[in-house]
C-alpha cells in the first residue's frame, strides 16, 4: 500500500512512495503529527539522481523489519532537496556541524520543534567499518528520546542561530579595490592542476563560475585549458553530448554519471565564452552538442528543462554509458581499431563498479587520435544506436524555476553568439512557460513544476536567475517585454527577500514558511548563490535601466562579501565576476528600436572574450564601443 509521498509530483519522493515507511512530505500534517505525538522527526533528504540515496533505499527503507522501528519511534519524512533547498541547507549545516561531514542522503533527527539533534549521511543495514548499522542508530534515538528529551531540547536551542548561514554577516565599509580580484586569481593558480586542469584534487567538479570569472579576467590558460580537459575526458559524454556531475579521479576520466539540467547549463555558457576567448573549435563543438543534447532529451512538451539523468540503471552506476572492447568492435566491425584507439579504451578498462565490479569496462573519452570527421560521425552514430536500446537511467522530470532560467540564459547567449535560431526560440519558449505556468494566482513566483502542477513558493535563486536569464533573452532579441519582465521580477526579489538592516538577500522570502532560521546562503557551488546572482542581475539591470537603486542593492551584497570572496575564491566565483562588474568600467552596445537605437547589453573592459550575447539579430555597437 502507497504511503503519502505518491501523491507527490516530486520523482524522487515518489520513488519513495512503495516503502513500507510511513513517509510524509515535509509541512503543516508532518510537523503537526511530531508536535502531537511528541515524536522526534526524522527527516531524509535526497534526490532523484543521487547514488547512495537509491543504496539506502533499498538496503534499508524497503525492510519491512527496519521501516517497522522507523514508524514506530519517529515521524519519517521525506525531502527533495532540489525542491526544498531551503530545508536542505539548515540541516547539513547542522549535520556538517555535527560530524564534519555532509552529502546526501542526508538524515538527521528533530524534535518536534524542528531543531536538529542528531544526524548523519548514508548509514549502512548491518554495522561495518566503524560505522553503526541503521538500525542501531534508530534503536539508540529512540531510548534516547525517552530518557532524556528535555535535555535534547535544551541542547538544540544553543543551535538555532549557528543555522543562518550569512545572516550573521555585517557589511564592511573597506573600499572595494580590483587589486582583490588579482588576489583571486593568484590563489586560484596557487589551487591550479597544471597537468590536469581543474583545481585541486579528487574529487574533481566543473567549476564553471569560476572558469567563466577567469575568463572574465583575461586569464586564458586556467580556463581554457581545464575547458580542454573536461571535454577530452570521461565526464564529456563524447556519444550523447552534456556533461555529468563530477569526476571521482582527478584526471576527468571516469564520472559520477548522473547528468543535471544546471551543470550543463553553466558549462554550456563557459565552452561559449571560452571559444570567444580562444576560437578553437573543438570547444565550440562542446557547447553544440550539450546545447543539442539538452533538447533532445531533457525538453518537455510546453518548452520547460527536466531536473536530471540518473547515474544507474538496472541498479548499476554507469552501466548505460560504459563499454567493453568487445561491445565496441562488435557494434563497429571496420571501424572499431579507429574507434579503440581513439576513445581511449582497453581490455583492461578504466572504470570499475565497486558494488558490481565487472572487469574490463571503460568510460569513453576524446583523447586519442582523432579520426577523420566522417568516421567519427559513423563511430558515434553507430554507437548510440546500440546504447539507446540499453535499459536508460531513470529521468528526473520536475521543472525547477531557477536551473530553468540557468539554461534560458545559455540557450540565448549561444542563440545570439552563433546565430542560431533554434537555441533562441528554446530559450523564449522557455522564458513563456515560466512566467506563465510557475506563477500562482497572486502573481509570485513558485519553484517546481510537474504533472500540470506548480507548487512551493520560488526561493531567492530562482528570482536571482531568472532576472539574469530575461536580461540575457532582452540582449539577444532586443525585445522590450523580457527587460520589462527583469524590472518586475527586480522589484519582487528586493520586496521580499532584501535585508534592509544589514543588506544583501535572505534565501527565502518574507512572507513564506518560517523555518527555525532564515538564512542568507552564499557559496557559488555547485551553481551561483542567490545572492550572487542577485549582484550580478541588479548591477546589470541599473547598467541598462540607469536606476541607481538596483545598484544599491547589489553593492550592499558586495559589502558582506568582497573581502571574504577573494581569499576563498572557488566558493565565490560568481560573486567575483559581480565585483568585475562593479568596478571595471563596461562599454555600452545598442539595440535598434523603433524611432532609433538604444543602449543594450554591457561589457566588461578588461574581458578575455567577446561581448554576451554579440553580436545579436538587429544589434550593433554604439559608435564609442
Known amino acids: 500500500m502507497a504511503n503519502a509521498l505518491a501523491a507527490e509530483t516530486s520523482p524522487y519522493l515518489r520513488q519513495h512512495a512503495e516503502n513500507p515507511v510511513d513517509w510524509l512530505p515535509w509541512g503543516p500534517v508532518a510537523l503537526a503529527r511530531a508536535r502531537e505525538q ?9 534526490y532523484s539522481s543521487c547514488h547512495w540515496c537509491h543504496v539506502m533505499e533499498r538496503e534499508s527503507f524497503e525492510d519491512a523489519r527496519i521501516a517497522e522501528l522507523m514508524n514506530e519511534s519517529f515521524v519519517c519524512v521525506k525531502v527533495d532537496r532540489e525542491e526544498r533547498p531551503d530545508v536542505d541547507a539548515i540541516y547539513m ?47 539508540a534515538i529512540a531510548e534516547s528520546w525517552s530518557e532524556n528529551r528535555e535535555q535534547i531540547r535544551a541542547g538544540g536551542e544553543g543551535i538555532r542561530e549557528r543555522l543562518s548561514g550569512g545572516a550573521l554577516l555585517r557589511p564592511s565599509d573597506e573600499p572595494i579595490h580590483e587589486s582583490s580580484l588579482q588576489a583571486a586569481v593568484t590563489r586560484l593558480s596557487e589551487a591550479f592542476d597544471a597537468r590536469n586542469g581543474g583545481f585541486g584534487g579528487a574529487p574533481k567538479f566543473p567549476q564553471a563560475s569560476v572558469i567563466e570569472f577567469l575568463l572574465l579576467r583575461g586569464e586564458r590558460t586556467m580556463a581554457l585549458s581545464t575547458l580542454t580537459a573536461m571535454a577530452t575526458g570521461g565526464i564529456h559524454d ?19 554519471f548522473e547528468k543535471m539540467l544546471y551543470d550543463n ?46 547515474a544507474d540503471s538496472e541498479g548499476v552506476e554507469g552501466r548505460y554509458y560504459v563499454w ?49 570527421e566522417d568516421v567519427r560521425e559513423r563511430i558515434r552514430s553507430r ?18 524555476t531557477s536551473w530553468n532560467a540557468l539554461m534560458i540564459s545559455a540557450l540565448a547567449d549561444a542563440g545570439a553568439t552563433l546565430n542560431e535560431r533554434r537555441y533562441l526560440d528554446a530559450a523564449v519558449a522557455c522564458a513563456e512557460f515560466l512566467l506563465a505556468e510557475l506563477r500562482e494566482e497572486s502573481g509570485h513566483l513558485l519553484r517546481s513544476y510537474n504533472d500540470g502542477r506548480a507548487k512551493i513558493d520560488a526561493y531567492l535563486e530562482d528570482h536571482a536567475f531568472l532576472l539574469e536569464a ?75 535601466t540607469g536606476e541607481t537603486d538596483y545598484e544599491r542593492h547589489a553593492v550592499s551584497v558586495l559589502r558582506l562579501l568582497h573581502e571574504i570572496a577573494p581569499r576563498h575564491p572557488a566558493a565565490f566565483g560568481h560573486l567575483l565576476q559581480a565585483i568585475h562588474w562593479y568596478l571595471v568600467p563596461a562599454r555600452p552596445i545598442a539595440c535598434e528600436v523603433p524611432g532609433g537605437w538604444a543602449p543594450l547589453a554591457t561589457e566588461s573592459t578588461g574581458s578575455g572574450r567577446a561581448p554576451t550575447g554579440s553580436p545579436a539579430p538587429g544589434s550593433r555597437p554604439t559608435p564609442d564601443a
Open 93 to 139: 549545516e547542522a549535520v556538517q556541524g555535527m560530524t564534519g561531514r555532509g552529502g546526501w542522503p542526508l538524515n538527521v533527527f528533530l524534535t518536534p520543534e524542528q531543531l536538529p539533534f542528531y544526524g548523519g549521511t548514508y548509514f549502512p543495514p548491518d554495522a561495518r567499518q566503524g560505522m553503526p548499522s541503521w538500525s542501531q542508530v534508530l534503536q
Open 383 to 400: 554507437l548510440l544506436d546500440v546504447r539507446e536500446a540499453r535499459v536508460r537511467p531513470a529521468l528526473d522530470d520536475k521543472r525547477l
Open 265 to 310: 547549463a553553466l558549462l554550456a555558457r563557459a565552452y561559449l565564452h571560452g571559444w570567444q576567448a580562444s576560437e578553437d573549435e573543438r570547444l565550440l563543438e562542446v557547447v553544440r552538442d550539450t546545447l543539442d543534447w539538452t533538447l533532445r532529451e531533457m525538453r518537455g512538451p510546453e518548452g520547460g528543462f527536466y531536473s536530471a539523468l540518473d
Open 324 to 372: 567493453t572492447v568487445g561491445e565496441l568492435r562488435e557494434a563497429l566491425g571496420a571501424d572499431a581499431d579507429a574507434a579503440v584507439s581513439w576513445l581511449g579504451v582497453s581490455e583492461q578498462g578504466n572504470f570499475l563498479d565497486p558494488h558490481h565490479p565487472q572487469p574490463g569496462q571503460n568510460v569513453l573519452q576524446d583523447r586519442g587520435p582523432r579520426p577523420a
Open 470 to 544: 530575461l536580461l540575457v533573452l532582452f540582449e539577444a532579441t532586443c525585445e522590450e517585454r523580457w527587460l520589462d519582465r527583469a524590472r518586475w521580477v527586480a522589484g519582487e526579489m528586493i520586496t521580499r527577500f532584501a535585508d534592509p538592516e544589514h543588506g544583501g538577500f535572505f534565501s527565502t522570502s518574507s512572507d513564506g514558511e518560517a523555518l527555525i532560521a532564515r538564512r542568507k546562503d552564499l557559496d557559488d557551488s555547485p551553481i551561483p548563490s542567490g545572492a550572487s546572482s542577485a549582484a550580478m542581475g541588479l548591477l546589470r539591470l541599473a547598467q541598462l
Open 238 to 256: 563524447i556519444l550523447g553530448g552534456g556533461f555529468a556531475r563530477y569526476s571521482v579521479d582527478d584526471t576527468w576520466t571516469v564520472p559520477h
Open 38 to 46: 511528541d515524536k522526534p522527526l526524522l527527516v531524509s533528504i535526497g
